[in-house]
C-alpha cells in the first residue's frame, strides 16, 4: 500500500510504501518546488525498473552473457492516448534469438502487465 501526505507546502508529498519514503513534486511552472519526479515520472520509472530487472531475472537464470541493461521509458500522449515509449538497451555477446526472447520477455515484466490490461480506479472517502 501507498500513502501519499502533503500540507500546504505546493505540491512537495511525502508517499510511504512499506519501510521506504519518497518524495513526489511537481515542476516549477506548474506550481510546486521541483525537488522530486512528478506522479508520471515515477510510472515512468516503475515501468523502465520492472523491465529491467525482469530482464537480468531472466538472462542470469539461462546464464545468457548480458553485461548491462538500460532501459529508458518516456510517456507521451497522443489525442486521446497515453504512449510509453520505452528503448532497451542490452550490453553483451547476444544472437538475434536471444535478443528477440528478451524483447518477449520485456513485454511480459508485472509493470507492463498491469498497464496494458483494462485498469479501473475505485475511489471513497476514509
Known sequence: M???VIGKEHYKTIVSI???SVFVDEPTDSGGTDEAATPSEYLEVSLASCTAITLRMYADRKGWPVEKISVEVVITKEDKRTLFERKI???GELG???R???LQ???SC???KLLTNPIE???SFA
Open 2 to 4: 501507498a500513502k501519499a
Open 105 to 107: 520477455i520485456a513485454n
Open 110 to 112: 508485472p509493470v507492463h
Open 100 to 102: 528477440s526472447r528478451l
Open 96 to 98: 538475434e534469438e536471444q
Open 89 to 91: 538497451l542490452l550490453e
Open 18 to 20: 512499506g519501510n521506504h
Open 121 to 123: 480506479v475505485n475511489t
